[in-house]
């Protein structure tokens, strides 16, 4: 079990994940950029009233998640904690959002479903309405099977949500990020830093995702792609 600062238990504080911001939080953020966008954890720089990048991505994801979510790469399950305490907000059932599950190979201490394999999932076919990958597809080796496991997964009209930075500013990122999860364990060669647009389309339309929209935010550093089974 893994404890350190890549995860932690505590929730985003509610004012990181509005939007749109204030005008007065887009400045202090904009400042603030080196910090926590470089230098500080998420939570060090939520404590300084900094938006943090796990807040951005899920404020870019939550709006979109609707039934029953399998967040894959989920590290400490924050995404579905974060969905089940907000349902009555979002508008979607309760027990749709109880029943959605986040997955990883690794014990990040937020009683994520522990797997062996992204390819090979304990659960029935056409079990979910929206399945995730949140900034982890890069570190997926086999992706294509991971992506074609999804499918499997969801049911008719489902979605799949895929966040992800370009592989320039993630290397750049990945090298000086001192907190990230990667610091904290063995990385397999045919991992990626990052993954460009290119890439991500190609993978998607590969394993049967025809239909694909992006988002982009953090000052187009970062996008959602957005694509349905």
């Given at each position: 079990?893994?404890?350190?600062?890549?995860?932690?238990?505590?929730?985003?504080?509610?004012?990181?994940?509005?939007?749109?911001?204030?005008?007065?939080?887009?400045?202090?953020?904009?400042?603030?950029?080196?910090?926590?966008?470089?230098?500080?954890?998420?939570?060090?720089s939520e404590r300084l009233h900094l938006?943090?990048?796990?807040?951005?991505?899920?404020?870019?994801?939550?709006?979109?998640?609707?039934?029953?979510?399998?967040?894959?790469?989920?590290?400490?399950?924050?995404?579905?904690?974060?969905?089940?305490?907000?349902?009555p907000a979002l508008g979607v059932s309760?027990?749709?959002?109880?029943?959605?599950?986040?997955?990883?190979?690794?014990?990040?201490?937020?009683?994520?479903?522990?797997?062996?394999?992204?390819?090979?999932?304990?659960?029935?076919?056409?079990?979910?309405?929206?399945?995730?990958?949140?900034?982890?597809?890069?570190?997926?080796?086999?992706?294509?099977?991971?992506?074609?496991?999804?499918?499997?997964?969801?049911?008719?009209?489902?979605?799949?949500?895929?966040?992800?930075?370009?592989?320039?500013?993630?290397?750049?990122?990945?090298?000086?990020?001192?907190?990230?999860?990667?610091?904290?364990?063995?990385?397999?060669?045919?991992?990626?830093?990052?993954?460009?647009?290119?890439?991500?389309?190609?993978?998607?339309?590969?394993?049967?995702?025809?239909?694909?929209?992006?988002?982009?935010?953090?000052?187009?550093?970062?996008?959602?792609?957005?694509?349905?089974?």
């Amino acid at each position: 079990m893994h404890n350190d600062l890549a995860f932690g238990s505590e929730f985003p504080p509610s004012w990181s994940l509005n939007r749109p911001k204030t005008a007065l939080q887009s400045v202090y953020d904009f400042l603030g950029s080196p910090l926590r966008m470089i230098l500080l954890p998420d939570m060090a720089s939520e404590r300084l009233h900094l938006t943090s990048l796990r807040a951005e991505r899920f404020a870019a994801i939550l709006p979109r998640l609707r039934g029953r979510v399998l967040d894959v790469g989920a590290g400490d399950n924050m995404l579905c904690r974060l969905y089940r305490d907000l349902a009555p907000a979002l508008g979607v059932s309760s027990e749709d959002a109880q029943a959605s599950v986040g997955v990883d190979i690794e014990d990040w201490n937020g009683q994520c479903t522990l797997i062996e394999n992204a390819a090979d999932l304990p659960f029935d076919d056409n079990s979910f309405d929206t399945i995730c990958f949140v900034a982890c597809i890069n570190h997926i080796t086999n992706r294509v099977e991971a992506l074609q496991e999804a499918r499997r997964l969801l049911r008719p009209g489902g979605q799949l949500l895929v966040t992800m930075i370009g592989p320039f500013v993630g290397t750049i990122g990945h090298a000086i990020w001192w907190y990230s999860e990667d610091k904290h364990r063995e990385v397999d060669d045919a991992e990626k830093m990052g993954m460009s647009s290119k890439e991500i389309i190609g993978i998607l339309n590969q394993t049967g995702f025809k239909k694909v929209s992006i988002n982009s935010f953090v000052y187009g550093l970062n996008r959602l792609y957005i694509a349905n089974a």
